[in-house]
Nanobody, 122 residues
Framework: VQLQASGGGLVQAGESLRLSCAASGRAFSNGGMGWFRQDSGKAREIVAAITWSGRNTYYAELAKGRFTISRDNAKNTVYLQMNSLKPEDTAVYYC????????????????WGQGTLVTVSS
C-alpha cells in the first residue's frame, strides 16, 4: 500500500486548505484512515480519523469545529478540509491507514504517507 499526501502549502491565518491522501495498492478492505501532524521538535499527534464507510469520525480537540475528514472510496482518497487555520497548525501532515475500524492511536496505523507541509503565517 502506498499513500500519497498532497495539498499542503503556505497560507495566512484564517484561510483554508484541503489535504488529499491517495491510496494505491491493496489496502485494508474495512480499515480506517487517519490524519496526523508533527511540528518540528514535537511528537506526532492525531488530527482526525474516519472509518471505511465514512459514517464514523474522530477529531482531536485541536481539530473540532475547524477541520473535516472525509473519504471517497471510489477514488481511494481521504481528505482533510482545514478551515480557520492558525499559526499553531503549522506542521507536516501525514495520512495513515489502519486495519482497525477507527484508529485513535498512532500505534494502530500500519501504512503512512510521506507527509505534506502546511505553513500558516500570522
Amino acid at each position: 500500500v502506498q499513500l500519497q499526501a498532497s495539498g499542503g502549502g503556505l497560507v495566512q491565518a484564517g484561510e483554508s486548505l484541503r489535504l488529499s491522501c491517495a491510496a494505491s495498492g491493496r489496502a485494508f478492505s474495512n480499515g480506517g484512515m487517519g490524519w496526523f501532524r508533527q511540528d518540528s521538535g514535537k511528537a506526532r499527534e492525531i488530527v482526525a480519523a474516519i472509518t471505511w464507510s465514512g459514517r464514523n469520525t474522530y477529531y482531536a480537540e485541536l481539530a473540532k469545529g475547524r477541520f473535516t475528514i472525509s473519504r471517497d472510496n471510489a477514488k481511494n482518497t481521504v481528505y482533510l478540509q482545514m478551515n480557520s487555520l492558525k499559526p499553531e497548525d503549522t506542521a507536516v501532515y501525514y495520512c495513515a491507514a489502519t486495519p482497525y475500524k477507527l484508529g485513535y492511536l498512532e500505534s494502530s496505523y500500519i501504512y503512512w504517507g510521506q507527509g505534506t507541509l502546511v505553513t500558516v503565517s500570522s
